[in-house]
């Protein structure tokens, strides 16, 4: 049976840019032999109802992720902090600070 | 309509969109049981899905999940697809240029559910690739209520109505499985088959307001995809071989009766109001339980669609595989382009582009 090409195409990570002003995020992935036709295939998958203002599409390879292993020493740093949150902090009772 | 033996009709169908039921005892093919796992990662696993925590890519998960997901996964993307074909037939046939335009953009968008799901899959470790050649070649299943005709212009308005509907109340359980990528990509569809359910129904709506005819043509489709809506939950929670795990594991977290049941309960009244009746002389609300109580379902049928008996699995596969290879000069034209373009900037062809 013919099953010519397909995923032999490079796998890319799609980013989706919502109307707003919100940051970029990650939508799914596309299949694609370049970047422009990774682009164009992922407004077509992505973008059919106005969902974007930007895209990126990334190389998957090209991630560099942490991994579920490290996950306690790795995100320690920021989690024994108490006095890194506004509730560390006294304010007597009945004012507003905001 | 693919042919002629299309028009051989038996009407009663399937099973779920996504989910494909195995007959309890039956064996996949060529599994070897999944390995005993380590009983301490096991228990944190389960202590993760107890505490509703989404189980991510990189996460350590039993190899018996890993196959559930990709089992379920994979046969719901082939759904999508499949499913285009039967509607794709109507797409030359729409009454009117805002019918047609509606059908297309459904269509196109099955075709981006099955991408996103097939795109899910794949953080599973698996290829694309691999699971469109198990399509292709017959070896995957997918639901079978794609392999009944679509008689008549009604039916296009019945599918969005009732197959889409029940695939909302099922897939906005899916929407919360303990799977991340399976769950976001529920969330996505869920927003688009709410269009397709009310482009259905407003089909179905002014077919059921026309002339005799056309409410004839709207009541006998309803008729026909009644039952098989129903049966696309699945077998009875009892018969239900996979439901186990896939409960315990968060992946299903409604059973197949009580899926069932709200969507005959959703169902009955949107039919009243456009003054059709649901082929069951059951049909009748509970005052106890506050539920429309129906009549049994025909589940040698249900089996026996679900054993690959339906009316046109020969001709969707055979559609399909003549879309993928009428569709090889595409994807050739679009390696040619990308080395081309590759050369001229003195890259070497592919991602690093």
Redesign the interface.
Known sequence: ????????????EVFTQPPGGGPHEHA??????????ALQNAR??YT??GEAVSLWVV????IV?S??EDMGPFFDPGNDKAYRHPQFYKVSQGVRVF | MGGAACERVRWYFTDMPYEIHEKKGSQPKDKAPAPAEDPKRLAEFEARIARDETIEPKDWMPERYRRQLVRMMSQHAHSEVVGMLPEGNWITRAPTLRRKMGLLAKVQDEAGHGLYIYCGTETLGVDRHDLIVQLLNGTAKYSSIFNYPTLSWADIGTIGWLVDGAAIVNQTMLAKASYGPYARAMVRICKEENFHKRQGYEIVATLARGTPAQKAMAQDSVNRWWWPSLMMFGPHDKDSPNSGDLSKWGIKRKSNDELRQRFVNLTVAQAKAIDLTLPDPELRFNETTKDWDFGAIDWDEFWRVVGGDGPCNRERLAARRKAHDDGAWVRAAAEAHAAKHAAHRGAPSGAAA
């Open positions: 049976m013919a099953t010519t090409g397909d995923t032999a195409h490079p796998l890319w799914g992935s596309v299949h694609a032999p370049d970047a422009e036709l077509d998958v059919r109802r190389p998957s390879g090209a992720a991994t579920p």
